[in-house]
């Protein structure tokens, strides 16, 4: 969660802006099952022997290096999504899915396969069996692990032939930081609790409302819901396993303007389990506005071209925050030839006004009572997650650390963030996937 504070002269309202968006979050441990050891314990001996065996000794160390850095992340995780269209279900599926994500690094932290645009070359993805069989995890580990050290001996190669031709870098850190090895199993996430006949009621219920807007030809409204349990594991030795769970309905429609303009308005609600998604009465509520909105705005007047001051409010505000602040207060863009690079030489100076501050912190499940999708108690990297003070009074402090370091900060803080398949970037608890960017520019107006 990234939460912006404004403390306004005597007499003037404080403003407290805070993003809810989605992300995984930690289940309940009280209430859930022991972490999967056999798992934990087959990654970690699989590992062992990766680093043991890898590489070349004696005349072929030279040729092909053995790795300085292993990890394995494993996601385990079952998940339900069910849809329904103007009334009937369209889709109703329950899965299950287990894949480990493996990264291998030849050379030194200093200058390793990875370097510049070879980053993903150091992450082999792969599918695991589902059932506790030690012998076939550890089978299908020794086989993505393999194929990812000769992807990052290639890449190596690669890196080394670069560095001979090409022209000095600007920022000159460590390709990967150096961190304390964390130990931290917790319990395993709770398994999913469904209620089949319960939810194709109340989707046919919300679905079938547009029924009575023939204009909107297009209505979609899914519930999805994902209990995961990550586990992680690092040639380093750190041990970690934390749970996630999280749930999300979201409502689409579609309508076209008389001019032909496509029109489209979106509700996303989300909660840490079914259970505490919104009532009937509530989602019957926002669906019929989001209904009666959307026909409105086939006949509302296309606005004119304008340069000016704009207020925005709500999630148009959140995401735009998100959108200009945010992202570019990720450590990684502040190093590469491609990226914007907006503040990277703006630290310790005032960027915004000395009123406003501005935090990030994973660790905050609550927030004046309100549960918070995003946080979380261990990054992608095993990393422990931590509050960060990115601007304080208006002055750029820090930037969002993953274990890639940059200029002056050569450490993680806790904001390595990865999609399953892709590598841990620098990231905040939050994401705008689920706000819909348009829907509320379209409240009064058509652009």
Known sequence: MMKLQAAFPSGLAALSLVLFVPSLHAADAAASKQANTLLLDSMTSELHRAMSSLGGSGADAAKQPKPYFASYAVSDSESFNMTAQFG?????????????????????PEQDSTHGDHRASALTMIPLP?????????????????RGY??????????????QVRAKEEDNSADFSTEKPATAVLPASSPLSIDNSAWEKR????????????????????????????????????????????????????TRAADGMDLFRAETFEADSLAHLP??????????????????????????????PAILSGRASAVFFHEVL????EGQRQRGDNEGQTFTKLLGKQILPSFISVTDDPTLKNFDGTSLSGHYNYDDEGQPARRVDLIKDGVLETFLMSR????????SNG?????????????????SSALPRRSATRSFARC
């Open 203 to 254: 989707l046919r219920n919300l679905s079938g409302l547009f029924r009575d807007y023939p204009e909107i030809f297009f209505n979609n409204v899914s519930v999805q819901a994902t209990s995961e349990t990550s586990y992680f594991v690092s040639s380093e030795g750190t041990r970690v396993a934390t749970p996630n769970q999280v749930a999300r309905l979201v409502i689409v429609a579609r």
């Open 130 to 146: 589902l059932t506790d069989d030690r012998n076939a995890i550890e089978r299908s580990l020794w086989f993505a692990t393999n």
């Open 404 to 411: 890639l370091p940059i200029a002056s900060f050569a450490n």
């Open 326 to 329: 945010g992202h570019r207060l």
């Open 150 to 163: 000769a992807r990052a001996l290639d890449s190596y190669l690669k890196v080394q032939t670069e560095q």
């Open 415 to 431: 904001h390595g963030r990865a999609e399953v398949g892709r590598m841990p970037r620098d990231g905040r608890a939050i994401s």
């Open 88 to 108: 009937a279900i369209a889709l109703s599926r329950e899965s299950r899915r287990r894949t480990a994500d493996v990264q291998l690094r030849i050379g030194t």
């Open 279 to 308: 009532d009937q009465k509530t989602l019957v509520e926002k669906t019929t506005a989001m209904a009666k909105n959307l026909v409105a705005l086939r006949t509302a007047p296309v606005t004119e071209p304008y340069n000016g």
